[in-house]
């Protein structure tokens, strides 16, 4: 039996920007994506202050909303931190861990990012776990090694292809204008694939795993072609409607 083709995902990770007034980007996608039949799932995570407000100004549309992050408990004595029940209230039904950003600015290991993947999974969400190398260890030739460390340490065993999607973003071409070649992204995504079908059996194969890094309007399509690439993670190119949705167009 053949295996259903995987649906892609195209997420917008809008970091730390963005108070009310940027609200009028994701009510302008989703009237700009009003009726179009698309072959994708969207996705926006703006930042949890307003995350309920985001969802509510794209109601009626097929646009979910999601976190950028969250602690590994449910609850508890943690000032600042917010947790994966608190982002599925707010209306998250995704929540990205590991992203580079926090395994560099706040020196979150593979073991906190596993646990955090944990969290999202027990509050009924997906996580979206990021992974990648650095530039350092490209040019050491260690990318496929690095890759099957980071899944090996921060993928949950009990993942399903429901409730996980992994972000494949090498550090150094995040907000760096800089890309991968496709034959490059296609060689990390099939060993990416490899090792999710060891780790996850039957539910590997069909495991969304996403491209992130300076991914925009006039190389989308190039990088989604290679193989194993199932959507986008997409950082600056998410806050403006009209550049997220040249992305989005790939899969119309
Ligand atoms: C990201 O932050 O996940 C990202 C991919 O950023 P950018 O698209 O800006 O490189």
């Known amino acids: 039996m053949t295996a259903a083709p995987i649906r892609a995902l195209v997420a917008g990770n809008w970091k730390m920007n963005g108070t009310t007034a940027a609200l009028r980007e994701p009510r302008l996608l989703a009237a700009m994506l009003k009726g179009v039949k698309l072959k994708c799932d969207v996705l926006v995570c703006p930042p949890a202050t307003i995350l309920r407000r985001a969802k509510a100004v794209m109601k009626g549309s097929k646009i979910r909303v999601g976190g950028q992050d969250c602690h590994a408990a449910a609850s508890g004595a943690h000032t600042g931190d917010i947790s994966a029940d608190m982002l599925k209230d707010a209306g998250a039904s995704m929540v990205i861990v590991g992203h580079s950003e926090r395994r560099t600015n706040h020196k979150e290991t593979d073991a906190e990012v596993l646990a955090k993947a944990k969290a999202v999974h027990r509050a009924g969400l997906t996580a ?20 099957t460390a980071q899944i090996k340490g921060s993928v949950p065993a009990e993942s399903n292809a429901g409730n996980t999607v ?18 490059e992204v296609a060689e990390a995504h099939t060993h990416i694939r490899a090792e999710l079908e060891k780790a996850m059996g039957a539910e590997g194969s069909q495991t969304r795993i996403l491209y992130g890094g300076s991914v925009k309007p006039s190389n989308a399509a190039e990088l989604m072609s290679a193989a194993n690439v199932n959507g986008a993670l997409v950082g600056g190119a998410s806050l403006k409607a009209a550049d997220f949705i040249g992305i989005i167009k790939t899969y119309m």
């Open 128 to 147: 979206i776990i990021c992974i990648g190398e650095t530039l350092e260890e490209r040019k050491a030739g260690k990318t496929l090694e690095v890759l």
């Open 166 to 183: 992994v972000a494949y973003e090498p550090v150094w071409a995040i907000g760096t204008g800089l890309t991968p070649t496709t034959a």
